[in-house]
């Protein structure tokens, strides 16, 4: 057999078998998350500590999802003790994890648009179903619902900013900060910017935010800090590992100093965001 008819196989097969440089993971990539800062767990996963309460994005740590390959560890259990709230913005199954849910403790609360709900409640997993503008409060915290320009449900194609997707704003005493799941680029970003006036902005950078619209979301939020998320987990299972988010350089060009990338278990304390603001 010719040499190159082999080399299909040999990608397939290392990757198959975890090889892509990052396969094992030192304990130290999942230090217990700072305190009172943003805490990156790979993909589009962030833990924010504020006072020692958890709220954790959009968390995926299965090994196998369609087409994809967690070519890095996931957080160990004694991680996620503290976690109190989880945020989903939408129900793809890079996003939102019944097995990936059932490690959080028990009193740990769901918040997501309703077709996440309704997929989770099938799955033995109760969540708070959250529409644009809908509220809830945990301490000195408040969590609002914004909406974006996604896809929401399970294996929806169908776009809209209806509430099936969803972005979240979350106030602390600290800084506030905007996450914004996936979604195309779309007047809410101007909205959150205009009413919210977040320090810190989380941007899925991705197929659907590529890096010039990423950076016209960011100015519209008008966030002196932006962390690009949806990177740094997962790969195709025929390609390598995304080690960075798509563009890094681009957004570097476009975002200037405001642009903070985290690699894996790496954190970004709250309060520099407003430090930066003032100066």
């Known amino acids: ?14 990757v198959l078998a975890g090889c892509t440089g990052l396969a094992q993971v030192e304990p130290s990539t999942y230090p217990d998350p700072a305190r009172n800062a943003i805490t990156f767990w790979g993909h589009a996963c962030s833990y924010i500590d504020v006072n020692g309460t958890g ?45 990936s849910l059932a490690r959080f403790p028990k009193d740990t609360v769901v918040l997501c648009p309703k077709p996440a709900a309704e997929f989770l409640a099938k799955e033995g997993i109760e969540a708070k179903a959250m529409a644009p503008g809908e509220q809830f409060t945990i301490g000195d915290v408040r969590i609002v619902a914004v909406p974006v320009f996604h896809p929401g449900t399970r294996n929806g194609l169908q776009r809209g900013a209806d509430g099936r997707a969803l972005g979240w704003v979350i106030e602390t005493l600290e800084a506030t900060i905007f996450y914004s799941g996936d979604s195309d680029y779309c007047s809410s970003f101007a909205d959150v910017g205009w009413t919210y006036a977040p320090d810190i902005a989380i941007l899925n950078v991705n197929g659907h935010l590529k890096p010039p619209d990423a950076a016209r979301a ?29 563009g890094e350089k681009q957004l570097e060009r476009l975002l200037g100093d405001r642009l903070h990338v985290l690699r894996v278990g790496q954190s970004f304390k709250l309060d520099a965001a407003r430090a930066k603001k003032r100066s």
Do not use: C
């Open 218 to 246: 960011a100015a519209d939020v008008g966030a002196p800090v932006v962390i690009p998320s949806h990177w740094g987990a997962y790969s195709y299972w025929m390609v390598g590992g995304n080690r960075h988010p798509r």
């Open 1 to 14: 057999m010719r040499r190159w008819l082999l080399l299909p196989l040999l990608i397939s097969s290392l």
């Open 55 to 99: 709220i954790v994005l959009d968390p995926v740590f299965e090994t196998w999802l369609w087409q994809r390959h967690r070519f890095i560890g996931s957080p160990p259990d004694p991680a996620l003790r503290d976690a109190r709230v989880v945020l989903i913005s939408h129900a793809h199954d890079d996003h939102t994890s019944p097995k």
